[in-house]
């Protein structure tokens, strides 16, 4: 299907904020979604692009993306009413809105690996890059880039062990379309709750339900020294309570420290 054929359709289903593009190749959606917003003054920006030849995970990863298997698609929000303190917690609501379309989409019990990803048992369903312009009135625009392994059979042989896709888990084929539709019908719900508050206070409750740490030994690579505990729920700011075996409490933040299970992704 020819790309204007697939913004018709994302037109007709896409919420009417959202002004979207489709590109056939691009280095990454999240870069592709900054030039694109220069092209319109809707104050809220689609890209998704067949495929993405430097596709960005957190810290620098790299994230598969081959031609026309799954959805690359970065949403951009020009001037959004958010300190910029507070922006960084629209991670966890895209993780969250992202959780809630693959639920909807499948009966598979997809939950949260905090703070964003979204997994199915084990292993990795969706990955999010947020990045963020600040200049002297404040945030400028902040970009969501979510990749969801849609359609693919297999992975490269370093991410079989951690990575699936919904047509692995299904055996169905899903439309990149209706779930970009989805996936911004169920942020823009959640956004609108986060803005309320600026926090995660409207969305605690939803977030730990659907958090695959809660209650798991997880190790904390701290740059001050790892160290293991059991994860409790997340904070009204999206931070993270651990345990320490001894009983102390610590609150850690997403861009501080990475947590990962103690025998494996999870």
Not at 233 to 247: A, K, M, N, Q, Y
Request: aromatic fraction near 6%; charge should be neutral.
């Amino acid at each position: 299907m020819e790309n204007s054929m697939m913004i018709s359709r994302l037109d007709g289903i896409l919420p009417k904020e959202i002004k979207a593009f489709w590109e056939t190749s691009v280095d990454s959606t999240n870069l592709s979604a900054v030039r694109l917003a220069q092209q319109t003054d809707a104050q809220m920006v689609l890209a998704i692009a067949d495929e993405q030849t430097q596709g960005r995970g957190r810290r620098g990863r790299s994230w598969s993306s081959p031609m026309g298997q799954s959805l690359y698609m970065s949403l951009l929000l020009k001037r959004p009413p958010i300190k910029p303190e507070n922006a960084s917690m629209l991670t966890l609501v895209i993780g969250l809105s992202a959780v809630q379309c693959v639920r909807e989409l499948t009966e598979c019990s997809a939950q949260i690996k905090w703070p964003n990803d979204a997994v199915i048992g084990d292993k990795k369903i969706c990955g999010i890059l947020t990045e963020m312009r600040v200049d002297e009135d404040g945030i400028r625009h902040v970009v969501l880039g979510v990749g969801v392994n849609l359609n693919a059979g297999e992975f490269p042989e370093e991410l079989k062990d951690r990575a699936t896709s919904l047509y692995l888990k299904t055996g169905k084929k899903y439309d990149r379309a209706e779930t970009a539709a989805l996936l911004c019908r169920r942020f823009l719900e959640n956004y609108h709750t986060f803005l309320k508050t600026q926090d995660m206070s409207g969305l605690l409750e939803e977030y730990n339900g659907a958090l695959i740490n809660l209650g798991r030994q997880v190790k904390v690579l701290d740059p001050r020294g790892e160290y293991t505990g059991t994860a409790g729920g997340i904070t009204p700011r999206g931070e993270l309570r651990v345990t320490r075996p001894d009983g102390k409490e610590e609150v850690i933040y997403a861009g501080e420290v990475s947590v990962r299970g103690l025998y494996g992704y999870v």
